[in-house]
């Protein structure tokens, strides 16, 4: 039987730490891989704990970490993984433990965790251990196909316009503008931590707020944080952010938009889905009860 032991990674150089998620990733289905820098700031914005995270030894050796981030009273796999070699043979499971029995013993109640449906041993793994599927969770990646939805016709009476607006005031009316919950790394508590970084636009009618979208450049791409609508029909909401999207694609329509994790019911997602841009990754979002 090999030797299994875990530390706090609280206990370690954040470099160590970065190895070891460097070799849990290692040959994963998505190319992951961080440095130091990235890793720190994934862990600011997601409310990642190293005290309450773990490095995996095995023999001995560096080879795996799990991550928890901590939202009381939830907390969430922020990421998990074992070195190639000591895969299939029960390790993920001790590690698993490890995570869920602290979640337990800092008074957390509720474990969230998202797997790649392609990922079929963690998916089994983790209804092993007690998780159920709570919802499915798209990745976009793509150019906005414009064309296929021509522009609608302004109402007369319809004076909104699309216009900068900054992170704080759009995140304001955070709750009000999604129907269906976000996934923890879309939560506002996630977006406040880099809302500063983070560019808006806005539907204004009237001077009031109607629709917003949050996002940064990234190699030439849009990241798209956040959007939201105020609208009461979902038909509405997607429209309405439909309009700031086209805003922004039309001066460069070969631009790419890229937006993870959303969930069914999310205005944003529909209206990516509205303009064809390409799914990319499809997740499943997860939890277990603690108590």
């Known amino acids: 039987m090999v030797s299994i032991a875990f530390r706090s990674a609280a206990s370690l150089p954040l470099e160590q730490v970065t190895q070891a998620f460097n ?99 963690a998916l089994a793994l983790y209804k092993r251990m007690g998780f159920q599927v709570v919802r499915p969770l798209t990745v976009y990646h793509g150019p906005l196909r414009l064309d296929t939805v021509p522009a609608p016709a302004r109402r007369a009476d319809d004076r909104s316009r699309a216009r900068a607006v ?61 959007a939201g609508a105020l609208a009461s029909d979902a038909d509405d909401r997607r429209d309405d952010i439909m309009r700031l999207l086209r805003s922004l694609a039309e001066p460069a329509p070969e631009t790419a938009f890229r937006a993870i994790n959303i969930p069914p019911g999310d205005a944003l997602g529909a209206a990516l889905d509205a303009f064809g841009c390409a799914v990319t990754v499809t997740q499943r979002e997860m939890s277990c009860a603690l108590g």
């Open 23 to 121: 070799l849990g990733f290692t040959g994963y289905y998505l190319p992951m891989s961080q440095t130091p820098e990235g890793l720190a700031q994934m862990m600011r914005e997601n409310d990642v704990r190293l005290e309450d995270s773990a490095v995996l030894y095995v023999e001995g050796e560096l080879a795996g970490i799990g991550l928890v981030g901590v939202r009381p009273p939830r907390g969430w796999v922020a990421g998990m993984g074992v070195a190639p070699q000591w895969r299939g043979q029960g390790i993920g499971a001790r590690l698993l433990e490890r995570l869920l029995g602290h979640m337990r013993a800092i008074g957390l109640h509720l474990a969230q965790l998202e797997a790649l449906d392609v990922n079929a041993p």
């Open 166 to 226: 900054t992170a704080r005031l759009a995140l304001q009316d955070f709750d009000a503008a999604h129907a269906v919950a976000p996934a923890w790394q879309r939560e506002r508590a996630s977006l406040e931590r880099v809302r500063g970084a983070l560019d808006g636009l806005g539907l204004w009618d009237e001077g009031r707020l109607r629709a917003y979208a949050l996002y940064s450049r990234q190699s030439g791409a849009y990241a798209l944080l956040d």
